[in-house]
């Protein structure tokens, strides 16, 4: 009986866990690895490298304000990396990171910004797709 | 009274020792090129806001070097006439018998650049004053409030994250020792509302109109973070 209800709030717990730390795609449509890496590397549009380094040999000037990309795809679920790009501060409300697809809860956003999310949900599945190719954790 | 003198600075807070200029962080060429004068880009607008002065403002100011000393190190001050804060480029810009400058413009900023060139060297002094405090706590507030699409502080990248880098730049603290400044990626002199707004449009806020208070508010507020480093007026930033 004991062992049961014990195993009943383990459950409840993990249950509870999920649903913020990961996420389902957010379209039917499969992400395009190659698409996502340009996004990434694009500093007008992903912003990406800004903040992060990653496996970008041709890229000079990558920011160190964030763990690198590489590996990212060996770290962390498919589910947990879309989480963290649709809105990093629901896994950790301290990040810097932006929420790529949120348009809610901003303060004085930009005219030419204003109700539009970074990426959009397509744009998020490419990214995701690309990210999920990265399994060494050293950049080549 | 001399041995006392002698001790002051060791009685600073120890975070005065901690705070860097931006000048620190800067490759050694561009130091170089802020350090001599024959070299500093910002020293034409400074001959520039010579010349200006000469022709309209010595006549009731005399010898600037001596009147203006020290004046640019202790603004943003109050402002009776507006009853508001006031930062420097303000006050030069209304001043009475003058043609009225427009913020950003080169006149302003070469009598700006002018003026708090004959502080060079002084420390920063915010005044004592208790009417600036609530315009500095809103100051205090707009610095750490996050804003734009991309949902960033000021303080987000200038406190908590300074030292590093932001794709190939260097995070500077966020002390403004040196405004008006040339910037190279500016190629040009500008004021600290100008490197403000370029903050915000980064974090693809809507930035505030030139003049606005909340500018003056995050001025008072940065003046006070950094009281006692030096003025380095006209500064050199990459």
Redesign the interface.
């Known amino acids: 009986m004991r062992i049961c209800a014990t195993l009943k709030w383990l459950c409840l717990a993990a249950v509870l866990a999920l649903p913020v730390q990961a996420q389902p795609p957010l379209t039917d449509t499969p992400g395009v690895a190659e698409r996502g890496r340009a996004l990434v590397a694009d ?1 007008r549009r992903g ?1 990406c ?3 992060h380094s990653g496996p970008f040999p041709e890229e ?6 964030a763990p690198s990309l590489a590996g990212a795809g060996a770290r962390l679920s498919e589910g947990e990396l879309r989480a963290r790009l649709i809105d990093s ?1 629901s896994v950790n409300p301290d990040s ?1 990171m ?2 790529y697809f949120r ?1 809610e809860g ?8 204003a109700g ?1 999310t ?1 990426f959009t949900a397509q744009e998020i599945e490419d990214v995701v797709a690309w990210l999920m190719t990265l399994r060494e954790e050293r950049s080549p | 009274m001399r041995f006392l003198l002698a001790l002051l600075p060791l009685c600073l807070p120890a975070a005065a020792a901690e705070r860097r200029s931006g000048f620190d962080d800067m490759a050694p060429q561009t130091q170089a090129m802020q350090r001599d004068d024959s070299a500093n880009p910002g020293m034409l607008w400074v001959l520039e806001g010579e010349a200006l002065w000469a022709r309209g403002c010595a006549s009731c100011h005399g010898d600037a070097a001596l009147s203006m000393r020290g004046v640019a190190a202790r603004y943003p001050a109050w402002d009776a006439a507006t009853g508001a804060p006031i930062d420097l480029a303000g006050r030069i810009a209304q001043h009475q018998g003058a043609p009225r400058l427009a913020r950003e413009s080169q006149g302003l900023l070469a009598l700006t650049a002018f003026v708090a060139h004959q502080s060079r060297g002084l420390p920063i002094n915010p005044p004592e004053d208790a009417r600036l405090a609530p315009a500095r706590a809103r100051g205090a507030a707009l610095y750490t409030q996050r804003r734009g699409q991309l949902d960033l502080s000021c303080a987000q990248c200038h406190d908590d994250h300074a030292g590093r880098r932001l794709a190939g730049s260097t995070i500077p603290q966020a002390h403004p020792t040196g405004y008006p400044l040339y910037r190279l990626e500016w190629q040009g002199l500008g004021s600290l509302q100008r490197r403000l707004r370029g903050c915000m449009t980064g974090v693809r806020a809507e930035p505030f109109a030139y003049g606005a208070a909340e500018y003056v508010e995050i001025e008072l507020f940065l003046a006070r973070r950094a009281a006692g480093m030096a003025l380095e007026t006209p500064a050199v930033r990459p």
């Open positions: 500093r912003l490298l800004l903040c000079p000037f990558q920011g160190n304000l501060k810097i932006p929420a348009a901003l303060h004085r956003v930009g005219a030419a910004f539009r970074i």
